[in-house]
């Protein structure tokens, strides 16, 4: 089944006054039709290409030639000038360097803790802190 029969995207105005494709399941922007067709391959649960090695699904061959090359080879090119930790992936290292930065501007919805980052938030969310507090 191909993405752009799933569903029509709705074309927006950015602040940029660029034209975007909105997936009308999650709400994601992308630049264009083809990225936003890619996109929504992620919501049909269509998995056309396994990894050979342990047998994990992916909706793109893009995505499982990462996980080969981070998971299975270990290859992780991308380091911090902080502390040396490794990633496979620029994103990945992007999402790290928050946790240097000294500002903190991302709080807990339950109690006072400040984090530098959402990912750091919902990892705080899922803690045993504050199990059963959440809707």
Known sequence: ???????????????????RHKCPLCM??????PSLNTHLLTHTRV???SCSKCSK??????????????VHLKI???????CNSTFSQSTALKGHL???DK???????LCPAV???KVEVSRHLNSAKHAGKRK
Request: net charge positive.
């Open 57 to 70: 699904q992916f909706t793109q061959k893009s995505t499982l030639e990462v996980h080969v090359k981070s």
């Open 98 to 100: 928050v946790t240097h």
């Open 115 to 117: 984090f530098g980052s």
């Open 28 to 33: 994601g922007i992308f630049k264009g039709r």
């Open 103 to 109: 500002k903190k501007s991302y709080p807990c919805p």
């Open 1 to 19: 089944m191909r993405a752009s029969n799933i569903m029509t995207s709705r074309l927006e105005l950015s602040p940029t006054t660029n034209l």
């Open 47 to 49: 998995k056309e290409y």
């Open 76 to 82: 992780k090119p991308y380091k911090c000038s902080v």
